[in-house]
């Protein structure tokens, strides 16, 4: 769908594996936001960037996949 927001929201199979993601993510140095306090404990708010930062998201959430 279209839209015009900043952000995306990622929802992941359960808050235990969006809690490992933000740790993660975070490691890799890319700070995201939960969004547990609004009902979506699953999910993660990651605002849209430059080109190379989405890219670095991207590559950090593909690793995050495989693990």
Do not use: H, K, M, W
């Not at 839209?3 to 929802?11: E, H, K, P, T």
């Not at 699953?42 to 991207?58: E, F, H, K, S």
């Amino acid at each position: 769908l279209p839209s015009a927001g900043n952000f995306v929201l990622i929802r992941f199979e359960d808050a235990a594996r969006a809690t490992a993601a933000n740790d993660f993510l975070n490691t890799q140095g890319i700070i995201v936001r939960p969004v547990g306090g609004y009902g979506l404990p699953d999910c993660l708010r990651i605002t849209v960037g430059t080109d190379d930062q989405n890219r670095a998201v991207l590559d950090a959430l593909s690793e995050f996949a495989a693990t």
